[in-house]
């Protein structure tokens, strides 16, 4: 059937292909692949002959100038499929702008579902898995790494982020800061020789990862934070706390985040706070307390 089939490939273990995903491979007209090595080294090892047909590659440097030949493909009645370089297409993936362009354009777009990085380490992880958020990759630099990680502070649900082994610590330290030092887990080299998971608070990780560098692919899950037990007392111990080094702003960004609670109320316990220790200093000063 002519149209846009998205098929998901192994994330490590080769036999993770699905029988579906082969017989596409098999009858689809066109094939195209973020990485065309990956998918010919794949079909090579499931036996799957590419004959005479074209296998052609799609990625972020050649998107736009691939497209028109792909959508001329589907105008023609083909069948063509498009492969990620590991994992589900469309997951940190640059098959977006072609599927979006097939369906806008009337063409029938189909997935064959398979391996994900994101659901294979959420069932690893030990962390609640019934609300969850997958936000890819980082920032590089530190300031936005801290911005972005404090957007998501007040989400009430797991955290999930792909991460590079050489940036892993930073990550992790990064977290604990805005975050608080929240239970998490990182999950390494998935379906692979040498997988791993590895749980703990935010700062044993971190550590962990310092003293022992990571190597291959990382999936960094974070648990959410403890808004719906935390009691006001411990919200004005930590305020108090925060302020005798921090600024009001900051103590509120810091604690809301910790504790993953609403930014606002906080700020407004940190200026009511602020306010009376300094009422109590000037009462010092003047005898008065």
């Given amino acids: 059937m002519p149209g846009l089939y998205l098929i998901a490939t192994p994330i490590g273990n080769a036999r993770d292909i699905t029988l579906r995903a082969l017989d596409l491979l098999a009858s689809a007209d066109v094939l195209v692949a973020e990485d065309t090595r990956s998918l010919r080294r794949l079909m090579e090892i499931q036996g799957v002959a590419l004959g005479d047909r074209p296998l052609l590659a799609y990625h972020d440097h050649n998107g736009a100038r691939m497209r028109p030949r792909l959508m001329a493909e589907l105008e023609a009645g083909r069948a063509v499929l498009y492969a990620s370089e590991a994992g589900t297409p469309m997951i940190s993936d640059p098959g977006f702008d ?9 063409h029938a777009v189909t997935s064959a579902p398979g391996a994900s990085a994101v659901i294979t380490a ?53 977290a604990q800061e805005v975050l608080g030092d929240r239970q998490a887990a990182v999950c390494r080299e998935l379906t692979k020789k040498f997988e791993e998971t590895r749980r703990g608070h935010l700062s044993e990780l971190a550590d962990h990862y310092r003293e022992t560098p990571a190597k291959g692919e990382v999936v960094v899950l974070i648990g959410k934070g403890a808004s719906g037990s935390v009691r006001e007392i411990d919200l004005e111990h930590e305020v108090n706390k925060a302020l005798e080094t921090m600024s009001v702003r900051d103590a509120a960004d810091f604690v809301s985040a910790r504790f993953g609670v609403k930014r606002r109320p906080v700020y407004q316990l940190a200026m009511r706070l602020a306010e009376t220790g300094s009422d109590k200093e000037d009462e010092d000063r003047d005898g008065t307390g």
Avoid: C, H, I
Wanted: glycine share 10%; proline share 10%.
């Fill in 98 to 106: 072609l599927a979006r362009a097939a369906s806008e354009a009337g």
């Fill in 122 to 174: 959420l069932t690893l992880a030990g962390l609640p898995t019934d609300r969850f958020l997958f936000a890819g990759f980082l920032p590089n630099a530190g300031g936005p790494r801290k911005t972005a990680l404090r957007d998501l502070s007040g989400v009430p649900a797991t955290l999930v982020f792909y991460e590079s082994p050489r940036r892993l610590p930073d990550m992790l330290a990064a």
